[in-house]
């Protein structure tokens, strides 16, 4: 049995989720919003408003439910996943699971408090899984979780290029990034017309460069993914446009400028971003997290 299916059926007789929902909808989620095919819940405690008396989360609500199945879910992604879209559907700014336990607000989507959160979804963005227990247990999704924390309780703001342009110069870790000149943009632009607007106005505005202190690299303009890897023909439908210095690169679907993650070790390639903006903002606020 793995820890997470170990911890999720601590009791020996069912399952049990622990789901948190912040900023709830106009009416509380029931026995149809956690129904997906044969599996829904034989017992649902919540929802019940936890009181934030210190305002942690600058005064969003957070409402918790408690949903007992019979078994563990044979697709437990699948079912997570269809959990959170119905609280997101109805309103919810953030949605994430985690082991049942002891729960204090100032812990809330802490660092040291990760390898028990296995689930995250903002709203308007993908989800975040880690029901991998080796996922659950690297310093890659700690900073996922990390980067949750700060977007629900504190961190930069960032929201659009306006923000990251004001970033700059006040200590931020895209201080040191250089803009590329409209020349060197309009040849690029002229080579890759598929390129979305958005980059080509970051690297315009903000710059390309290090982020941080070694945390993450965005080049000049875009690599084919030939230039990189030995054997592209799996990803040869990406182009890069970043890397942390580790063997994973970001890059644009030729075709619809989603973003996705390439893992070098076997060329696979999984969306992380709907688009380029939210991705940058995201890796800037989790940089600035470290």
Not at 76 to 83: E, F, I, N
Not at 219 to 226: F, K, N, Q, R
Request: aromatic letters at 12%.
């Amino acid at each position: 049995m793995s820890i997470i299916e170990d911890a999720i059926c601590w009791d020996g007789v069912s399952a049990k989720l622990c789901m948190y929902v912040v900023s709830p909808g106009s009416k509380p989620l029931g026995s149809r919003d956690f129904q997906l095919g044969g599996v829904a819940p034989k017992d649902i405690l919540g929802p019940f408003l936890m009181e934030d008396e210190f305002e942690v989360l600058h005064g969003k609500a957070l409402v918790f439910y408690e949903l007992t199945l019979e078994a563990y879910p044979n697709d437990l992604k699948a079912y997570l996943t269809h959990c959170s879209a119905a609280a997101l559907a109805d309103g919810a700014e953030f949605v994430w699971f985690q082991f049942d336990g002891g729960f204090d607000f100032e812990s809330v989507l802490s660092q040291d408090f990760a390898r028990d959160v296995y689930f995250l979804q903002p709203a308007g963005g993908l989800p975040s899984i880690a029901i991998d227990d080796e996922v659950r247990t690297g310093k890659g999704w700690a900073q996922v979780v990390l980067g949750a924390r700060r977007m629900l309780i504190g961190g930069p703001r960032i929201r659009s290029i306006e923000d990251m342009i004001a970033m700059k110069g006040t200590g931020s870790v895209i201080d040191d990034l250089t803009p590329v000149s409209r020349e060197k943009l309009a040849q690029l632009r002229a080579d890759y017309p598929q390129i979305p607007d958005q980059f080509i106005e970051f690297l315009e505005k903000v710059g390309f460069g290090c982020i941080g202190d070694g945390g993450y690299m965005i080049y000049d303009g875009v690599a084919e993914p030939g230039f990189i890897y030995s054997e592209p023909e799996s990803v040869d439908w990406i182009l890069l446009f970043g890397d942390d210095f580790s063997g994973c690169n970001a890059g644009f679907h030729v075709s619809t400028g989603r973003i996705y993650e390439i893992d070098s070790a076997f060329m696979s390639a999984e969306e992380v971003a709907n688009d380029f903006l939210g991705f940058i903002a995201a890796k800037i606020s989790e940089v600035a997290s470290w």
